[in-house]
Structure formats: structure tokens, C-alpha cells
């Protein structure tokens, strides 16, 4: 990172903290002493939890919903599947709604972040496509990782001109009515830590700009856990939740290592104590790859992941001081 960027980086933070100030103040008025239990999150299945369990799309929502979540994250490509396939969207998205659920995101990998002209052309309409898929099952949001530019070969971007390209992908999906969230991806080569995409977010100059940070790859790529509490929680939609082991290299770490929450070495109390602080009333979205996990059955999986994730919820709100 040049200095630059660096001094950038600062900046964009210091703008960010204003609004985190204003949310943590709230918090504090409310409830008996500060001591509110008003961490009003709901709690979402990533499908790419029961990736390994090979099921379809409608399977998905009806396991989220029998498990007990109150939204799912599916990735676009099964959504794509599906209408391919001949299923109408409109009707999943009521049998979504039947079932109580929302889509509170949506995971796909346009190529908008790329240098090559015709590539990021291209990438935009991947992700127009995606985003109107999403519009389609009710969803207001989806990710935005850094696809295309995230391998040790790819060059390193100037954050200048990755937030110009967000903002692209922001005015695009404006249109449609859904929000790109610009996407922590620690080993990536670009946006692989925290400020970078909170710098993204800021210099894109976009009223709908979010980050979506997840504990694994915030992590992973070297950033500390206490640079959520200079981000304001309404600039937070959704956090992917997961946990990770300490018992070898943070860089040798991959998806695949990923555990239930409160099984690895995250410091999740102080994360979710971190998120209430700020105002954050978005989905907590579980978010593993783990191979092991998929040999088990599929809604003991989600079943577990759900309990777990409440239950360190539930002892970050008890471990608040008074």
C-alpha cells in the first residue's frame, strides 16, 4: 500500500466514525443502564454451508425455514439453475415469504473490480444479471467480492480507482434495487483487509456504499477486530459469521477451516459486542465451507450452526458491562 492509499485509508475511517459515534450513543440511552437487550439481529443461512450437500435451490429455503433461521443467503448461481431449469422465480419467492423467510443477500462473483476494459464491461453485466435475479426472489442485496483480482498473480489496485468501479457497480444495481456490498476477501490480493474496504465504500462517494465484513476473512487477512467500532452499523447489512483455529499460520488458513462459531479461537464476544456498540440490527449470516460439516446431514448442520450462533449472541448481550 503506498502512502497514499494509506493516509487515504485514515481518512476515510476517521468519516465513517462519526456515524458509529451517533450509533453507539443511541445504544447507550436505551434499555436500563446501557444494559438493553435491543441487539435486534436476525440470523440467515448461507447456503454455501450446505454447498457439499448438493441440494436444490427450493430444498435450500425449506431447510433454512425447518432449521428455524429467519432469512437465507443463496448464491446466484443456483438461483440462475433454477430459472434455467424452468422454475419460475416469482414463485419461490412466494414460498420464501410463505415460510417467513427473507433474502437478506445474495452471493456471486461478477467480475467488476477488474483493470481489463472489456472484462469489467462484461463483469457488469454479470452482475446486473445476478442482481436481477436476486430482485426476482425479493432481495434487496448481494455481495461484492473482489472476483477476478484477488490471486497473488493479480496486480495490486489502487483504491482510487476500486472505489470508481464500486460506484459503477452501485449505479447499477441502484437500477434494479439492489445493493452491492463491497466484500472483505482476506487472502485476495486486493480488499483483503478491513480499511481497504471501508475506503472503498467511503471514497465511492455513493449513498447506498456497505462493506460486508466476515470474521474469517477479516482474520485472515491480518486485520484486528476492533476497526469494526469505527463503522458505523447502518453501513453494515449483513456479517458473515463463522470461526477459525489458531493452531497454525493465520496465512495458511482456508475456507475449508472455517468451524461453527464458538468451536475455533474467534474473539466473537468481543465482535458482537463491537457490532451492538455501533448500532448494527442487520442478518447474521453463517457462512462455512467446512468439508467434515458435509458429511453429516444437512439440517443437523444448519441446526447446529443457528444454535451456535445464538448461543454467542446471547453471551455477548450477557457479558456487556452494566
Avoid at 415460510?99 to 461478477?110: D, K, P, Q, T, Y
Amino acid at each position: 500500500m503506498n502512502r497514499r492509499d494509506a493516509l487515504a485509508i485514515g481518512g476515510g475511517i476517521a468519516a465513517s466514525l462519526c456515524g458509529a459515534n451517533d450509533a453507539v450513543t443511541a445504544g447507550n440511552d436505551a434499555g436500563t443502564h446501557g444494559r438493553s437487550r435491543d441487539f435486534a439481529v436476525r440470523y440467515c443461512l448461507n447456503t454455501g454451508t450446505i454447498l457439499g450437500h448438493e441440494l436444490s435451490l427450493a430444498e435450500q429455503i425449506d431447510l433454512a425455514a425447518k432449521a428455524g433461521y429467519d432469512g437465507i443467503e443463496p448464491w446466484t448461481r443456483d438461483i440462475r439453475k433454477y430459472k434455467d431449469e424452468g422454475g419460475s422465480l416469482r414463485d419461490l419467492g412466494k414460498r420464501i415469504g410463505d415460510h417467513g423467510l427473507r433474502v437478506e443477500s445474495a452471493i456471486g462473483f461478477a467480475r467488476w473490480i477488474v483493470d481489463d476494459e472489456d472484462e469489467r464491461r462484461n463483469g457488469l453485466e454479470d452482475a446486473r444479471r445476478d442482481m436481477e435475479l436476486v430482485a426476482a426472489l425479493g432481495g434487496t442485496r448481494i455481495a461484492a467480492p473482489p472476483a477476478g483480482a484477488s490471486g497473488q498473480d493479480s496486480p495490486k489496485l489502487d483504491l482510487f480507482v476500486i472505489a470508481e468501479r464500486y460506484r459503477a457497480l452501485l449505479d447499477t444495481g441502484q437500477k434494479i434495487g439492489v445493493t452491492p456490498q463491497v466484500e472483505v476477501w482476506g487472502p485476495s490480493k486486493n480488499l483483503s483487509r478491513l480499511g481497504e474496504a471501508v475506503f472503498v465504500a467511503v471514497e465511492s462517494g455513493h449513498p447506498d456504499a456497505c462493506v460486508l465484513p466476515d470474521v474469517y476473512h477479516i482474520y485472515r487477512g491480518g486485520s484486528g477486530f476492533a476497526g469494526l467500532g469505527v463503522i458505523s452499523g447502518t453501513a453494515l447489512h449483513c456479517f458473515h459469521v463463522n470461526d477459525y483455529p489458531t493452531d497454525r499460520p493465520r496465512e495458511t488458513l482456508n475456507d475449508a477451516d472455517r468451524v461453527y462459531p464458538g468451536d475455533g479461537n474467534a474473539p466473537l464476544t468481543e465482535i458482537l459486542q463491537t457490532l451492538r456498540r455501533t448500532g448494527f440490527q442487520g442478518a447474521l449470516s453463517l457462512e462455512l465451507f467446512n468439508r467434515d460439516y458435509w458429511k453429516r446431514p444437512a439440517e443437523e448442520v444448519a441446526r447446529t450452526g443457528l444454535a451456535k450462533m445464538k448461543s454467542a449472541v446471547a453471551h455477548a448481550v450477557d457479558a456487556s458491562p452494566v
